[in-house]
């Protein structure tokens, strides 16, 4: 009896060690990713109200449904948008998730990003998804 009560117990520690990867991160890491996601994020503020599509695109990885949210945003004048972004929730040292609200007039929109550590360190948009 003993032995299955211990098993479950080191089951159970076990699975909360392996479903929490953001412990790995300490404190200071943590923070040095939320600041230079949050420089990414004021680039693409300025590119938006500037209009810089080509700016805008650097910011999003190059997949197939970025490039198609891309040549959506390319149709629209930005500059008119107001872009607000949370607090960067830090997954692993190469993923983190943050929330974006796009405001025009009394209209709020609000998508859920997912941001990911390219190969040269720099970090893009891996995933938009709009948040319900």
Known sequence: MKKYLCLFI???LTS???LSPAAN???VEANEISAEIVKVTE???NAASL???DKLKEVFLPTFKNNIIVKKIQKYDLSGLTFVF?????VSA???NSTMVINFA???NYYKLTWKKTDDNVWKISNVAEKK
């Open 25 to 27: 991160i300490s404190q």
């Open 51 to 53: 209009n810089e599509y």
């Open 86 to 90: 949370s607090d960067v929730n830090v």
């Open 43 to 45: 680039e693409l503020k």
């Open 10 to 12: 080191l089951l159970i």
């Open 94 to 96: 190469n993923k983190a």
């Open 16 to 18: 909360c060690t392996i």
């Open 106 to 108: 009394t209209v709020s």
